[in-house]
């Protein structure tokens, strides 16, 4: 076997390849480098002449990858925010997102170390693979409250639902009444929507009112029904009631007014709430987790996502 050796440098364009000998019948030995300071020793087995990638052989003598790649999935704001800080570059930036669906909370921001540069020079690109993700974890309370928007319940079970959460709800202030005044609500405080829960019974009684107009043969026909306690007295319900929860896990209380809602239907009673624009108060839990990240980054954050063709192994919101 005739050794020879050959010096193939890496280049930008060209990392890695090397011609295969010209003489398909001896084997040959050649040395590879990479940069001033890799090189690994190949033997050459000739199969017909072709051109081969030899960035594998070269990656068997690597002590330490060549960049930096792998998004961390860290589960607080602030190992988020101290990660991010530890490999920002000067082009990284944020991605957030937030989207409600019914009962149903996703919140997310992630890091991308090696961002494009700003301008429209391809020759620049970065690979977009090395980041930094978080998914924010809802309160307890908050997820409870949530979780059971909207969905009806008995009476009993509406009462036991009350007295697990009556730590959780306030008396009603001006801030609270103002953007809903128009409607003109009634707030209930915590006590009365405990007795509330606790020993109302409501029997309604329905009549039908007939009325006809001699003059013009019109006839007008006025179903009613009024509710009333077990002593015969007229209901007055609540419209409102306020809660004061945390939206994410160790975020700050956001205030929020929940509408109390109730069906009555052949003497049985569902009841249940609505979360009173709610979309808004978790815009506003999530711009102020955003801000905060902004002023302890320094970084720029855009809402929505990263470009899609991103790697497979780089994660994905």
Known sequence: MD???????????????????????????????AGSHESAALLVVPKGK??????????????????????????????????????????????????????????????????????????????MDHGVSFKFPLSKDFKYWLSNNAEAMSTGDFSIFMEERIVEMVVANDDDKFPIQSLKPKFADPLEMLELSRDLQI???????????????????????EHKDASGQKIQLPDFFVINVPIFEGGDAHRICVRLRYRLNSGTIKWFYDLYRIDNVLNDAFDHACDRVRNETNLPLYYGEPESHMPENAGRF
Do not use: W
């Open 3 to 33: 050794n020879k050796t050959m010096n193939v440098s890496a280049t930008p364009d060209h990392e890695g390849l090397a011609d295969v000998v010209k003489d398909n019948s001896k084997a040959e030995l050649i040395d590879i480098k």
């Open 50 to 127: 072709e051109v081969v990638s030899i960035r594998r052989h070269l990656d068997e003598y690597r002590l330490k990858p060549k960049r930096r790649t792998g998004v961390s999935e860290v589960t607080r704001l602030t190992s988020f925010i101290d990660l991010t800080n530890r490999f920002k570059a000067k082009n990284s930036v944020i991605f957030g997102k937030a989207s409600l669906n019914g009962n149903s909370l996703d919140a997310r921001l992630k890091t991308i170390l090696n961002y494009h540069p700003e301008g429209s020079d391809n020759n620049v690109a970065e690979c």
């Open 203 to 225: 029997y309604s009684e329905d009549s039908v009112v007939s009325k006809q107009k001699l003059s013009s043969g019109e006839h007008e026909i006025k179903f009613s029904t």
